[in-house]
């Protein structure tokens, strides 16, 4: 079974398009993060929801929006594309307890803005 | 400002060889520090942790090197092999709750 999960895995489109990416998680975490990788393979934070809450929103343009319609999933939603939204974006889940803390992360969802 | 610096950006190490990729941090209140491994076209997966109680933790073939005086850690991987080629990030955080700061990656190649 997958513990994280992204739809697309591929997703081209052109500039001034909507579009969304979904992600879920089966493995009963509290937190889920969306990350963008850009072509140098830099890993910038972009949202972290706890409880279907967002705690952290970094300096992101709105066009992002996150949306946690529940625990088990965060979906990215992005409006007005940009040729400079092109990256492979990753979400994350995370135990909120001691112990080993680790950050599961989905397979990623690569995006093409033409 | 970047507060996990990596280095280096880039490592070639022939099979066998040890690869070592260098971390630095300056918040003091870090008190985890993972190593994520990421193959082409995969998401990150975490590879080895430590806390800033001890002062090295082995896994295998992989080694974490902390000193919490320098505000530094390391990876150490032994006899390194084909398969090990991939990106490496460091990362730090304050603990359970807080936001993971990652390093800006390693892209290793190990050559056969």
């Known amino acids: 079974d997958t513990a994280v999960s992204q739809t697309p895995k591929y997703l081209v489109t052109q500039m001034g398009n909507d579009k969304s990416i979904k992600c879920e998680q089966n493995l009963g975490h509290d937190t889920m993060y969306w990350y963008k990788q850009d072509s140098k393979k830099f890993l910038k934070i972009m949202f972290s929801y706890n409880n279907k809450e967002l705690i952290i929103n970094e300096t992101v343009p709105n066009r992002f929006s996150p949306k946690s319609p529940d625990k088990a999933h965060l979906n990215l939603h992005i409006n007005s594309l940009e040729l400079g939204d092109s990256a492979v974006y990753f979400c994350?889940?995370?135990?909120?307890?001691?112990?080993?803390?680790?950050?599961?992360f989905g397979p990623g969802t690569r995006l093409t803005v033409l | 400002q970047q507060q996990v610096k990596q280095s280096p950006q880039s490592l070639i190490v022939q099979k066998g060889g040890i690869s070592i990729i260098n971390c630095a941090y300056e918040n003091t209140a870090f008190d985890y520090f993972p190593w994520y491994q990421q193959f082409p076209g995969k998401g990150p997966a975490l590879l080895i942790a430590?806390?800033?109680?001890?002062s090295e933790k082995k896994e295998g073939r992989f080694t974490i090197s902390f000193n919490k005086s320098a505000k530094q850690f390391s990876l150490h991987i032994m006899d390194s092999q084909p398969g090990d080629s991939a990106t490496y990030f460091c990362a730090a955080s304050k603990g359970p709750g807080n936001q993971f700061y990652f390093g800006t990656g390693t892209s290793l190649t190990v050559i056969p």
């Open positions: 430590i806390r800033p109680d001890v």
């Open positions: 994350a889940s995370r135990t909120s307890g001691r112990g080993t803390d680790t950050q599961y």
